[in-house]
C-alpha cells in the first residue's frame, strides 16, 4: 500500500510551549488528510479534516485555536499543538487518502506520542 | 453517526483457531471498510467492501456485508499470534467520507 511517513514518532516538550507534527504521503497525492488523538485503550478520536488548500474542518469540540492543522501541499499536511497542556498528551496519527472517486481506503503515519510536561 | 460499533469488545484465542467479529451500523453506506491497529501504531487498511457486494476475500481474511441489517464480520482463519492487534470497521456513507471509528475489538491469539 502507500506511504505515510509521520514525524516525529514521539516528542516531549514544556507546558506553554508549541509542538508541530508532520504528515507527509511519499507516494501518492493526499486529496485529504485526517488527524486523530487517541488516549490508551480507547478508540481513535477524529479532531479535523483537511482538504489540500482549503481550511481544515474541526470536529465538535475541538478547538482549532490549539490545534492548528496546515495542508499546503498535496503530499503534506501539519497539525501544530500551541500551548500544549498535559492534558494535551496523547497518541496523534495523520491519514490521507487519494481522490475518493478511486481509491476510498485511507493509509496512516506511524503516529505521534506527545507526552506535555 | 456514521461510526461502526465493533463486537465483541476483547476476543482471546489460540493460534490456529478462526476469529471472527462483528461491526454494526446505522446508516446507509457506501461502503464498509476494516483496518487493524497494533500496538502504539497506526492504523493499517485490511479490507474495503462496497455495499453491492456481499463477501469479500483477502488471504486469510472473510469480509461480509449485510445492507438489510447494516452490519459486517470479519473472519480471521488460522489465526496467528501475530494477528494480535486491535480491529476496526469504518463505514462510508460517500466515497469521500470521514473515517470515523468505534471502540474496535481487541484481539489476543496465543501461541
Known amino acids: 500500500g502507500a506511504v505515510v511517513s509521520q514525524h516525529p514518532s514521539w516528542v516531549i516538550c514544556k507546558s506553554g510551549t508549541s509542538v508541530k507534527i508532520e504528515c507527509r504521503s511519499l507516494d501518492f497525492q493526499a486529496t485529504t488528510m485526517f488527524w486523530y488523538r487517541q488516549f490508551p485503550k480507547q478508540s481513535l478520536m477524529l479532531m479535523a479534516t483537511?482538504?489540500?488548500?482549503?481550511?481544515?474542518?474541526?470536529e465538535q469540540g475541538v478547538e482549532k485555536d490549539k490545534f492548528l492543522i496546515n495542508h499546503a501541499s498535496l503530499t503534506l499536511s501539519t497539525l501544530t499543538v500551541t500551548s500544549a497542556h498535559p492534558e494535551d498528551s496523547s497518541f496523534y496519527i495523520c491519514?490521507?487518502?487519494?481522490?475518493?472517486?478511486?481509491?476510498?481506503?485511507?493509509?496512516f503515519g506511524q503516529g505521534t506520542r506527545l507526552t506535555v510536561v | 453517526s456514521q461510526q461502526g460499533e465493533e463486537d465483541p469488545q476483547a476476543l482471546s484465542i489460540q493460534e490456529g483457531e478462526n476469529a471472527t467479529m462483528n461491526c454494526s451500523y446505522k446508516?446507509?453506506?457506501?461502503?464498509l471498510q476494516w483496518y487493524r491497529q497494533n500496538s502504539g501504531r497506526g492504523l493499517v487498511h485490511l479490507i474495503l467492501i462496497r455495499s453491492n457486494e456481499r463477501e469479500k476475500h483477502s488471504g486469510r481474511l472473510r469480509v461480509t456485508l449485510d445492507t438489510s441489517k447494516k452490519s459486517s464480520s470479519l473472519l480471521i482463519t488460522a489465526s496467528r499470534a501475530a494477528d494480535t492487534a486491535s480491529y476496526f470497521c469504518a463505514p462510508l456513507r460517500n466515497q469521500g467520507g470521514k473515517l470515523i471509528f468505534g471502540q474496535g475489538t481487541e484481539l489476543s491469539v496465543k501461541p
Open positions: 483537511s482538504n489540500e488548500g482549503s481550511k481544515a474542518t474541526y
Open positions: 491519514s490521507a487518502r487519494g481522490d475518493p472517486l478511486t481509491n476510498t481506503e485511507a493509509f
Open positions: 446508516t446507509s453506506i457506501n461502503n
